[in-house]
């Protein structure tokens, strides 16, 4: 579960990143973006502790494109700080999303091999 505190830990970067990089106040989208992927990043990543909803963070996988797809399509030329980070973000996530909920455990033949019962 460490993969979802870090997912909750770079949903809070994304919403302070439009304050640290000062986005332009008519930069609409920019501000639009951050803090809606923001606001899922960190839903997704928390409804993962759920047990029902433990595959939840799969769908980070998602927002993870649609970050790295808004900092390339949207981008003037040369990309501005905001949208580089939003570029660096979107490849975190898709890194730490594929990372599942048991990563810590051992594999599951071998705990039923020695008879663990770890959970």
């Not at 302070?16 to 606001?39: G, M």
């Not at 998602?62 to 900092?71: M, N």
């Not at 990563?103 to 071998?110: D, E, G, I, R, Y």
Request: with cysteine.
């Amino acid at each position: 579960m460490w993969a979802r505190v870090i997912e909750v830990m770079l949903g809070c970067w994304l919403t302070l990143s439009p304050f640290i990089f000062r986005h332009p106040p008519q930069q609409t989208a920019w501000w639009t973006n951050d803090l809606l992927s923001a606001l899922l990043v960190i839903t997704l990543a928390l409804l993962s502790f759920w047990r029902p909803m433990e595959r939840a963070h799969l769908a980070l996988t998602g927002v993870g494109l649609w970050l790295i797809s808004f900092a390339f399509l949207s981008a003037p030329h040369p990309t501005p700080p905001a949208l580089q980070n939003d570029l660096v973000a979107g490849l975190l996530l898709l890194m730490f999303a594929i990372v599942p909920n048991e990563a810590t455990l051992p594999p599951k033949l071998w705990r039923e091999f020695y008879k663990l019962e770890i959970t």
